[in-house]
C-alpha cells in the first residue's frame, strides 16, 4: 500500500502563521475533504502536497514512483494547444505516442493525400496497437465528453473560463496519479457533470484529497475530512455529516473543560485580589499558574453563536413588481416578455446555464442596467442589498473593523438590543484579535467575506445575492445560512451550490436561454431530480451496440479521428465483454486460493468500468451521427 505523509509542517506569509506542526498521512484508497474558513491555508497546503510552493519547515515521505495530479483553482495553460494535446501532456511514453498519434490524425485531415503522412499514421497506428494506447485515448475523450467538451481539437485558450476548468480537471483525471488533488473541482460544473464526477471519484482506487464548497459533493464523496482551523489540522473519519456530529461533540467537550478554566480563573482572581503576596515558593507557583490561567481563557475565539434575528428595514406590502421585460445583446435574448411580482417573504433562486442572463435581471433590479422595455417598479420602503461577482471596491489601507464601522456602529434586533460591528466581524469567523488587520493583509476569501458582512450591516430588506458561494468556504457559508434563516426581508440569488439553494430558496427562477424563464416551487435537488426524470424518459440510453452494418452508412456525420474510433468500438466492447466473461469462468473455478480470487475481482471491477466507459463513448457517437 502506497502512504503518503508529511511531519512538522510550517507555513508563514508575510508575518502570518498559517499553520506549524502539521503532521498527516493518506492512505492508498483515502477520498479527504479538506475545508477550512478562507484564509487559513488550504490552497497553501495542497501546493506543497503537490510541491508547486515550498513549506518553511517539514519532512516528506512517500515511495519514489509515487505520482501526484494537481487541478489548481485557476489553470493556467500555453498559448495554441489544443484540448487532446493538452489532456496528454505528460511525458510518459504512452501519453507521448497519444499525442504524436492524434497529431498525424490532424496531419492527414489537411494533407489526406500525403503518403508520408499516411505511412506515418500507419507506424503509430501499430505502436497503439501494442502498447494498447486506444483504451486510454478512448477513455479521455469520454471523460472530456461527460464534462461537456466534445470538441477535442480546440485551441485551449479560446474556451471559456468554465470549459478551461473542465478541460484541466479532465486532464487530472486521466492521468490517473496515485494521489489526485482537486482544488474546487465542481466549478462550473452542471448538475449532470457534478453527478458523473461523483460515481467517479467514488469509484477511483487510488488517494483523492480536494477541497470543495459543495457540501453535497463533500457528504457524497468523504471517507475522511480534514479541518484546517487555527494552524490545526483535525481529522475527522467518514463523511460531511459524520464531521458535523464529531466536530459538535469535540467542541461541547472544549467548552466544558473552557468553562472548568474559567470556574478555576475566577477562583484564582478571587485569591490573588486578596493581596496574596509571593514572598514563598507556594505562592509564587500560584501567581505562576493565574497568570497561566489568564493567557489560556483571553485565548478564548468568541464562537458563540449570536442570535441573528435582526430588525432590519421595515418593508412596506409592495416589495418589487416587474412587468413585460425585454432585454437583449445583440441577437442574444435574455428578457422575452417577462412578468413577475415579488411579495414580502418570498425566497427565489435563480438558476440555469451561464450566459443565460441570470445576473443581467439582478442588474436591473438594482438599477444598475436597463431592460430594453418593460418596467421595474419597486415599493417605496425598498432597501437593496447587492453583493456581486464583480471585483471589490475597497479601501484596503483601511482596517477591518474601520471598514465595517464606515457601514454602521452596531446593527439592531426586533427585541431593541444591538449587536456591535465588532461581534459582527466575530460572528463572521473573524477573531477579535484580527479587527485590526489592514484589509490588504487579507486573503482573496476573506475579502469578499467582508465585503458580504459590510453588505448586510447595511440592514437591507431585499438582499440581491450573485454566486455567494464561489467565493465563500463552507464555515461561512454556513453562517450566511443562518442569517438568511432569520432574514424576515426579500431574497433573490443566483446560484449553482444545491445545498445552499436547498437551504435558502423556497421557489425557482429557471433560465432556459433565448429568454424564456419558467418557475418551479420546491427545492433545486427536487427540480433537478424531475429534471432529470424528464431527460431520461425522452432519451433512453441504450446499453447494447447496434449491429456493424447499420453504423456503415452514418459516418458522414462524424470526423476523420471519430470515424476511425467508431470503426473500432464494436471490435473492443466485443473483447471487453468476452474478456469478462474468462475472468467469471475462472472465478467459478478458482477453489480456495483467496489471493487469486482477489486478484480476479479486482480485474473484473476494472473491465467493468472500461466496458460502461466504451457503452457511453458509443453512445455519444451513435448520437452524433443521427444528429
Known amino acids: 500500500m502506497k502512504i503518503f505523509s508529511m511531519e512538522q509542517v510550517k507555513k508563514t506569509v508575510g508575518d502570518k502563521v498559517l499553520f506549524s506542526n502539521l503532521s498527516f498521512s493518506i492512505r492508498e484508497g483515502d477520498k479527504i475533504g479538506l475545508i477550512g474558513v478562507n484564509g487559513t491555508g488550504k490552497s497553501s497546503l495542497l501546493k506543497i502536497i503537490v510541491g508547486e510552493e515550498e513549506a518553511d519547515a517539514g519532512i516528506k515521505d512517500h515511495p519514489k514512483d509515487y505520482s501526484i ?37 490532424m496531419e492527414l485531415q489537411k494533407q489526406p493525400e500525403n503518403v508520408s503522412v499516411q505511412e506515418k499514421l500507419l507506424r503509430l497506428q501499430q505502436k497503439m496497437d501494442e502498447q494498447n494506447g486506444w483504451e486510454r485515448n478512448a477513455e479521455a475523450k469520454t471523460i472530456l465528453t461527460k464534462l461537456g467538451i466534445l470538441d477535442y481539437t480546440k485551441d485551449v485558450t479560446s474556451l471559456s473560463g468554465g470549459q478551461k476548468k473542465r478541460v484541466a480537471l479532465a486532464k487530472a483525471l486521466i492521468e490517473n496519479p496515485d494521489l489526485l488533488i482537486l482544488d474546487e473541482p465542481t466549478n462550473h460544473l452542471d448538475y449532470e457533470s457534478i453527478k458523473w464526477l461523483e460515481e467517479y471519484l467514488k469509484k477511483y482506487q487510488r488517494s483523492v484529497l480536494f477541497v470543495t464548497h459543495d457540501r453535497y459533493f463533500l457528504d457524497e464523496i468523504s471517507t475522511k475530512i480534514w479541518e484546517l482551523s487555527q494552524g490545526n489540522l483535525y ?44 514572598r514563598t515558593t507556594k505562592q509564587k507557583a500560584r501567581i505562576d499558574r493565574f497568570e497561566e490561567l489568564k493567557d489560556e481563557v483571553s485565548k478564548k475565539t468568541s464562537t458563540d453563536k449570536l442570535e441573528m434575528d435582526l430588525m432590519g428595514t421595515r418593508l412596506g406590502k409592495k416589495v418589487i413588481e416587474l412587468k413585460d421585460l425585454n432585454k437583449s445583446f445583440g441577437e442574444q435574448k435574455i428578457l422575452t416578455d417577462f412578468s413577475l411580482l415579488i411579495k414580502p417573504g418570498d425566497s ?57 464601522r464606515e457601514e454602521a456602529e452596531a446593527i439592531k434586533l426586533k427585541d431593541g438590543s444591538v449587536i456591535s460591528a465588532a461581534a459582527m466581524l466575530e460572528k463572521f469567523l473573524f477573531p477579535m484579535h484580527t479587527h485590526g488587520t489592514p484589509i490588504y493583509k487579507l486573503s482573496g476569501g476573506e475579502k469578499r467575506r467582508l465585503y458580504l458582512l459590510r453588505i448586510l450591516m447595511s440592514s437591507p430588506n431585499v438582499l440581491l445575492l450573485d454566486e455567494p458561494t464561489n467565493d465563500l468556504d463552507t464555515e461561512t457559508l454556513t453562517v450566511l445560512e443562518d442569517y438568511l434563516d432569520n432574514f424576515s426581508g426579500v431574497i ?22 433565448n429568454g424564456v424563464i419558467s418557475s418551479y416551487y420546491g427545492s433545486y435537488s427536487e427540480y433537478l431530480e424531475s429534471s432529470s426524470r424528464e431527460k431520461e424518459e425522452s432519451n433512453p440510453v441504450t446499453h447494447s451496440a447496434p449491429p456493424v452494418q447499420e453504423s456503415k452508412t452514418k459516418k458522414k456525420k462524424l470526423t476523420y479521428m471519430e470515424m476511425k474510433e467508431w470503426e473500432e468500438i464494436e471490435d473492443r466492447i466485443a473483447e471487453t465483454e468476452a ?49
Open 69 to 105: 495530479s494537481y487541478l489548481p483553482q485557476d489553470p493556467v495553460f500555453e498559448d495554441h494547444i489544443s484540448v487532446i494535446d493538452y489532456m496528454f501532456q505528460s511525458q510518459t511514453p504512452l501519453f507521448q505516442l497519444i499525442r504524436e498519434y492524434e497529431g498525424a490524425l
Open 235 to 278: 481529522e475527522y473519519k467518514g463523511d460531511y455529516s459524520d464531521y458535523l456530529e464529531s466536530k459538535a461533540i469535540r467542541e461541547e467537550n472544549e467548552a466544558a473543560m473552557q468553562s472548568k478554566k474559567e470556574s478555576l480563573f475566577k477562583k484564582e482572581l478571587a485569591w490573588i485580589r486578596r493581596g496574596a503576596k509571593a
Open 348 to 404: 427565489f433562486g435563480i438558476v440555469g446555464r451561464n450566459g443565460t442572463g441570470k445576473s443581467t435581471l439582478l442588474n436591473i433590479i438594482a438599477g444598475r442596467d436597463q431592460a430594453d422595455s418593460g418596467v421595474v417598479e419597486l415599493g417605496p420602503t425598498v432597501k437593496i442589498g447587492y453583493y456581486t461577482q464583480e471585483s471589490i471596491d475597497m479601501n484596503e489601507n483601511l482596517r477591518m473593523i474601520e471598514y465595517i
Open 492 to 513: 433573490l440569488t443566483v446560484s449553482h451550490d444545491r445545498y445552499f439553494l436547498d437551504k435558502v430558496a423556497t421557489q425557482l427562477l429557471v433560465f432556459e436561454g
Open 579 to 627: 474478456a469478462i466473461e474468462k475472468v467469471q469462468a475462472e472465478l467459478q473455478e478458482i477453489g480456495s486460493d483467496f489471493e487469486k480470487a482477489a486478484r480476479l475481482m479486482e480485474e473484473e471491477t476494472a473491465l467493468n468500468e472500461k466496458l460502461e466507459a466504451l457503452i457511453e463513448r458509443w453512445t455519444y457517437l451513435s448520437e452524433k451521427m443521427e444528429e
